[in-house]
């Protein structure tokens, strides 16, 4: 799990790249004061569900990139794209 700063002046913020295969799974963490933000950790392949759920709960705020498929419409728009449409809209 990343190294959560236990005395931090900041805020603290996760990004977490979910993947199908745990062993892709990546998240980075940063602290942000006023002078700007310092990674504080970055990862991929190390986490368990039960790590990430104490991650998201250790940190002020998170986000989370989850691959859920996308819209037919918008996979036929690829396709015809590809396929040098002209009337795609």
Known sequence: MPR????????????????ADPKKTGVATLEWTDDGAT???????RH???????????????????????????VDYLIAHRAGGQDLI
């Open 39 to 45: 990674v504080t950790g970055i990862e991929v392949g």
């Open 48 to 74: 368990t569900d039960a790590d990430l759920a104490d991650l998201i709960e250790a940190v002020d705020k998170a986000g989370i990139d989850c691959p859920l498929g996308w819209p037919i419409a918008f």
């Open 4 to 19: 959560i700063v236990a005395q931090r002046s900041g805020v603290l913020t996760a990004g977490i790249d979910l993947s």
